[in-house]
């Protein structure tokens, strides 16, 4: 969304850029400072924003968490495809709070039990602007916590779909699926908000599409895959082969 932004600033920058230029040919000062003015801002705000969405462009297509219930271990795959890896019980999470959302957060912490050595949001996050946030936020932790806690089969049956992103690039339809989802909303409002947010996410999609072809797939390190092998006839493997077939 934040490439997106960047690129329509720089888009209007170049036109108003140009626009300047034109006007010089006609001797209106006031029109090429206008023209330059609206330039210069346009592509400071877009600077901005592409600093702000650098990770969004030309980095992975997401960043994956690995929980490893045997060893005890979580694994996280850093912006810079360097890993994380921390026992589990020692890892402390919370609920925090960032820029009007909530998320659950797993702190790693020094020696003393006290100083905070890195952070990392444990999956998804959801705003409490409606009555379903919390309880789906919480209900997400409770997810990985029970896995970890009582083993796959205490929650393996409320996984109905998967993300198709193992080894691969989303697909547009998928991308424009995850970003309709926080548009959608039981009876009239769902239908409102549909109205009202289809624009939004139709040009979110484009970027997260552009996104996506720009980025590199994130892959675990040899090592790390060879440790965590899951075996092949485990009986809780699920993958994108349970979604409908336009979502695979």
Do not use: C
């Not at 998967?162 to 339809?173: H, I, N, Q, T």
């Amino acid at each position: 969304m934040i490439g997106v932004i960047s690129l329509m600033m720089f888009s209007f920058g170049l036109w108003f850029l140009l626009y300047g230029f034109g006007r010089a040919g006609t001797g209106d000062t006031a029109g090429v400072f206008s023209g330059l003015l609206a330039a210069f801002l346009l592509w400071t705000f877009a600077f901005v924003a592409v600093r702000l969405g650098r990770f969004e462009w030309a980095y992975y297509t997401h960043y994956p968490i690995r929980l490893n219930r045997k060893r005890r271990l979580v694994r996280v795959l850093r912006k810079d495809g360097s890993t994380l890896a921390a026992p589990w019980d020692d890892v402390f999470f919370t609920l925090d709070q960032d820029a009007g959302f909530w998320e659950v957060r797993g702190h790693v912490l020094e020696h003393d039990g006290e100083t905070i050595k890195e952070t990392f949001a444990l999956g998804a996050f959801r705003t409490l602007n409606n009555s379903e946030g919390m309880p789906m936020l919480l209900a997400h932790w409770e997810f990985f916590r029970r896995y970890m806690e009582e083993g796959p089969a205490a929650v393996a049956r409320y996984v109905t779909q998967a993300l198709p992103v193992d080894g691969k690039k989303e697909s547009f339809r998928v991308g424009y699926e995850v970003l309709a989802s926080h548009f959608r909303a039981p009876g009239n409002a769902g239908t409102v908000l549909a109205v009202i947010g289809w624009p939004i996410i139709a040009v979110s999609s484009v970027g997260r599409w552009i996104a996506m072809r720009l980025s590199r797939i994130p892959k675990w390190p040899d090592e790390i895959e060879e440790v965590d092998r899951v075996e092949a006839d485990d009986p809780y493997t699920i993958d994108a082969r349970i979604n409908p077939p336009e979502l695979r």
